[in-house]
């Protein structure tokens, strides 16, 4: 589109469900309440580049506490492709972000993000199958008011930074569950499962170990009997990928994390499930 007119701007909530809508086109099956969680968390997240006023790119640059920013929903509309869009509004929202920055990148684009800095720290692999069936478990119960300081804890811990407001929003899905297991009244661990454009994914899993991620995984999956389940596993936890493939799901989706700075020191074996590709 040559001569046409660029600028960029914060996405409208509407402009958001574009951006997400994008998202399924690519394949990455976002939750149909994702938007909401995520604005919660960043309200000025989303951000796009517009020719003459229509929608070319979008991005995503959530920020929390401490500086951090986590980059997400990169994508560029398939007709402008190779014009320089994304990458404009890439350099634009960088220039925004003064302190660590981290991602999860598609294999394809490992290379690019390299060359601007990012260094890889782990893989990350997406598990989806038939969510199975399995007997409840009575130590796995909604969560309530009285277990959310314990949950926020846990979150904190596993996520790296307090991230309260998305939490509020992301523990309460439209369609889903999220579930506690509790032991002589302590939190052990936590889960959500929230319904995507196909199928259901479960993340967060955080436990303190295998047997409360498997505890969790199977009540979760419950309610998602005779559909599709996923959960997003960092390659580092071989506990996650055993529940996993002990579960019936196998690998379908690969990413990397990578950050430019210093990123979290993450307690990755009480990690079973990331919370999501777009926000870590």
């Not at 000025?44 to 020719?51: T, V």
């Not at 925004?96 to 800095?117: H, I, K, N």
């Not at 692999?125 to 007997?135: D, K, N, Q, V």
């Not at 899993?205 to 389940?229: I, Y």
Request: with cysteine; aromatic share 12%; hydrophobic share 45%.
């Amino acid at each position: 589109m040559a001569g046409a007119t660029r600028s960029i701007r914060t996405l409208t909530p509407v402009e958001v469900d574009t951006a997400v809508d994008w998202a399924a086109r690519e394949g990455w099956n976002p939750g149909l309440a994702d938007a909401a969680a995520f604005l919660a968390q960043d309200t000025h997240a989303f951000r796009g580049l517009f020719l003459d006023g229509a929608l070319a790119a979008v991005i995503s640059a959530t920020r929390y506490e401490g500086g951090f920013a986590f980059v997400g929903f990169y994508i560029c509309r398939p007709d402008l492709r190779g014009e320089g869009h994304g990458l404009a509004l890439w350099q634009d929202t960088f220039r925004r972000l003064d302190g660590p920055v981290g991602l999860d990148a598609v294999v394809e684009q490992q290379g690019t993000y390299a060359r601007d800095g990012f260094k890889r720290a782990y893989a990350n692999f997406r598990f989806g199958g038939m969510a199975p069936e399995a007997a409840p478990d009575p130590r796995v119960v909604d969560i309530t008011p009285a277990h959310r300081d314990a949950v926020t804890a846990l979150d904190r811990a596993c996520f790296g930074f307090p991230r309260p407001n998305f939490l509020k929003a992301w523990l309460a899905p439209p369609q889903g569950r999220a579930c506690v297991f509790v032991a002589d009244g302590a939190v052990k661990g936590y889960g959500v499962l929230r319904r995507c454009r196909a199928g259901w994914k479960i993340g967060p899993l955080f436990a303190d170990d295998a047997a409360v991620a498997g505890a969790l995984f199977s009540t979760l999956a419950r309610t998602a009997a005779g559909d599709q389940v996923f959960l997003d596993i960092p390659d580092p936890n071989p506990a996650a990928r055993a529940l996993a493939e002990g579960a019936g799901l196998t690998p379908v989706f690969e990413t990397s994390r990578m950050y430019r700075g210093s990123g979290p020191d993450l307690p990755l074996d009480r990690i079973f499930g990331i919370t999501t590709f777009e926000l870590g």
